[in-house]
């Protein structure tokens, strides 16, 4: 069995003002010692680091290499795997794009949930309710 999980949990891991920095910074800890595998595709690591560092957007705004020492220090972790867009990414990205009607806000959103179809993912973690929009996966929340 494997997961993936959203930018949104890890910016709550990061940012202490947030109500749910404690349920994220926990999730955070199961999954680092955990053994079931776990996917950070590229497109969740890349809103995070732009979101954490971003002082319009994030209060108090993480040194860029503070947010990078983040996402390595789950990098190598040996049950954590990235993977990037193969092959069958754009049919798959096609396939769920109009599935779910995605435009504006739901394209990224479109984009990994066609990486967790393109490598067989089914489970997503994610306070984000924009994802259950999409058939063929199943979104899970951890704060509620």
């Known amino acids: 069995m494997s997961f993936t999980f959203d930018a949104n949990i890890l910016l709550y ?3 202490e003002a947030s109500q749910y920095h404690p349920q994220a ?3 955070l800890d199961r999954v680092a010692t955990g ?3 776990a996917y950070l595709f590229w497109p969740t690591v890349m809103a995070y680091l732009r979101i ?5 957007i994030f209060e108090k705004p993480l040194p860029p290499a503070h947010a990078v020492d983040n996402i390595e220090r789950l990098l190598a972790l040996p049950h954590v795997q990235t993977v990037g867009e193969h092959d069958r990414f754009w049919a798959a990205y096609r396939r769920v794009a109009q599935e ?3 435009r504006g806000n739901l394209v990224p959103d479109a ?3 066609a990486l967790m179809h393109e490598n067989g993912v089914r489970t997503i973690w994610t306070h984000d309710r924009d994802f259950r929009r999409f058939p063929g996966i199943e979104t899970r929340d951890p704060f509620a």
Request: hydrophobic share 50%.
């Open 13 to 15: 891991a990061s940012d």
């Open 25 to 27: 910074r926990a999730f």
């Open 35 to 37: 053994d079931e595998l």
């Open 52 to 56: 954490a560092t971003h002082p319009a």
């Open 100 to 102: 779910a009607d995605a």
């Open 111 to 113: 984009h990994l949930v």
